[in-house]
């Protein structure tokens, strides 16, 4: 079996997106963790947050800066249902991640995923690479490419 460092390592590969996985050897599961371990500021920090839609079931993937919250009503309205937190079990057997080390590609099955516009305002950012340590840094246009985002208006 792949471990998920390896399918983000992969993932990136395929999507021709040249990434440089570093272990911090302490935890980046927070935005201000994960800044403070890249040595960059909170906003360039992108969480992939997780929802699930309501009636479908489906779990949908949020990339959001670290200093900006999801507006769920506009995440609501880009999915066309009402969102919930998704249970735990489901976020890692669809993504092959755990909380805290979702990544915004290389999950186990393909999860419609959206991007804060505000993501693109900077030149690099830095993202969780499936594990509480582990981070990559990337222009933001080519992570949301390679992580098939629709680019919205998503921060409250």
Do not use: Y
């Amino acid at each position: 079996m792949v471990g998920s460092i390896d399918r983000v390592t992969k993932a990136a590969a395929d999507a021709g997106l040249d990434i440089e996985i570093k272990r911090m050897g302490a935890s980046t599961r927070t935005a201000a963790e994960a800044a403070a371990q890249c040595g960059c500021t909170v906003a360039q920090i992108v969480k992939s947050l997780i929802f699930q839609g309501e009636t479908s079931g489906r779990l949908f993937l949020f990339l959001v800066s670290g200093s900006n919250q999801l507006d769920l009503a506009k995440a609501a309205a880009m999915t066309g249902e009402p969102l919930k937190r998704a249970d735990p079990r489901q976020i890692r057997d669809e993504t092959g991640f755990a909380i805290g080390g979702v990544a915004p590609i290389g999950h186990l099955v393909a999860i419609p995923a959206f991007a804060d516009e505000a993501l693109l305002g900077f030149d690099r950012v830095w993202a969780a690479a499936g594990a509480h340590d582990a981070v990559f840094a990337a222009e933001p246009r080519a992570m949301v490419r390679a992580a098939r985002a629709v680019v919205v208006n998503l921060a409250a």
